[in-house]
Nanobody
Framework: QVQLVESGGGVVQAGGSSRLSCTAS????????MGWFRQAPGKGREFVAS????????WYADSVKGRFTMSRDNPKATVYLQMNSLKLEDTAVYYC?????????????????WGQGTQVTVSS
């Protein structure tokens, strides 16, 4: 079992920045990749970004490329999502997740463990 706890988020103005964190605990040795997903009201859960836990190689959805940056701190078993130039359409609940093996652009069904989610609201 892997436990994930997200933090950060809240309300931010359009054009502003915010940083999310996700700390893993438990059987993290099986983690191959960590990802960030988001779900807006009435929509499905969509891929945002992922990072290979050992190599640090990252992947991004086209909608956030150039604005969001995912990074990791291996000793702290923590990943971050730095979100810049936020848009109204970035409003969603953001979730972090882990998979024991999955490609970089995997959809949510390939991930094994999930955090509880944190709300990000971008206001005009």
């Amino acid at each position: 079992q892997v436990q994930l706890v997200e933090s950060g988020g809240g309300v931010v103005q359009a054009g502003g920045s915010s940083r999310l964190s996700c700390t893993a605990s438990g059987r993290t040795s099986s983690t191959y990749r960590m990802g960030w997903f988001r779900q807006a009201p009435g929509k499905g859960r969509e891929f945002v970004a992922s990072i290979n836990w050992s190599s640090g190689v990252t992947w991004y959805a086209d909608s956030v490329k150039g604005r969001f940056t995912m990074s990791r701190d291996n000793p702290k078993a923590t990943v971050y999502l730095q979100m810049n130039s936020l848009k109204l359409e970035d409003t969603a609940v953001y979730y972090c997740a882990t998979c024991s093996y999955c490609p970089g652009l995997s959809t949510h069904d390939r991930y094994d463990y999930w955090g509880q989610g944190t709300q990000v609201t971008v206001s005009s």
